[in-house]
Each structure stands twice: as C-alpha cells, then as structure tokens.
C-alpha cells in the first residue's frame, strides 16, 4: 500500500505537466495551416464528361487540354479567320474556369501583334467560343476553385 500511495503521488506531480502546455492561438494555427497549403497547384483539375472516367490525375489533366483544344479549334474551323489572317497560324487563348463552371475564353496575342487587327480577332473568337460542353471546375481542399491556362490553337486553312 505504502508503494501504491508513492506511486499515486508521483504521477501526480507528474501529471501537472500535462496541464501546463500552452495552447498555440487560432490565428498562429491558421497561418502555419496556411503556409502549408501550396497555392499554385489544385487537388483535381476541370474535367468534362469525356476525361472523367480516367483515374490518374495527369492523363485526366491531359485529356481536358485536348479536348478543350479540339473543341476551339473545331469552332474556329468554321470561320475566316485561317482566310483573313493566313500567316496566322495558332493562336493562344487563355481559357478561365471559374468555380460556377462558366468560362473566359481570351486570345494572347504576341508581342508584334500590330500585323493584325486584334480587336476583330478577338471578336471572332468571342463570337465562336461558345456553348462548351459542361465544365466541373478545379478543387483545392474539397472547394471548386478559378483556375487559369492557356493552350495554343492551331488555326487550318480551308482548302
């Protein structure tokens, strides 16, 4: 009995210890929780339909780009575009996918774009890059988030 109540008080006297730690603050949680989100990359990218049956995250991201590069460029297939600018032959659009799954669809145009009437392509496109096929947006952390890219669009020349 003798050792029991020695034991009972050292684990007692031990025990404070456990009482005493601090507890850091919400705010220092949430910044050290902050900084270890990396910000520059998304947990799944935007799908369509078509990329949804693959399962590794790289090839899914692959499908997407080529799908949406297809559909823009058989929407830009039907215009004059390839006509009226035929030394033109890809152009980058920067596709935005907002969380809403709505897109922005904006050409990039290079630096010595003076040899084109920008304001008329950009028109065009706006005019032609329309009704896309549903578009679930990027998720970080369980929550759709914008996210931006651009792809380079291969204009044809009609024959």
Request: hydrophobic share 40%; net charge neutral.
């Amino acid at each position: 009995m003798k050792h029991f109540s020695l034991i009972l008080v050292f684990l007692i006297f031990n025990s404070c210890q456990y009482f005493e730690k601090q507890v850091p603050s919400e705010k220092e949680l949430l910044q050290k929780e902050l900084k270890a989100i990396n910000w520059k990359e998304v947990d799944e990218f935007p799908s369509v339909a078509d990329c949804e049956k693959i399962s590794i995250k790289k090839e899914r991201q692959q499908c997407f780009f080529d799908v949406m590069a297809q559909l823009i460029q058989e929407k830009l297939d039907i215009d004059t575009l390839s006509v009226l600018y035929p030394e033109l032959d890809t152009i980058e659009v920067k596709v935005t996918v907002f969380p809403n799954a709505t897109m922005k669809f904006e050409p990039q145009f290079p630096k010595d774009s003076v040899a084109y009437d920008t304001i008329k392509i950009d028109s065009i496109l706006h005019a032609r890059l329309i009704d896309f096929p549903k578009v679930n947006p990027a998720i970080k952390r369980g929550i759709p988030v914008k996210t931006q890219f651009i792809l380079p669009v291969i204009l044809k020349e009609k024959k």
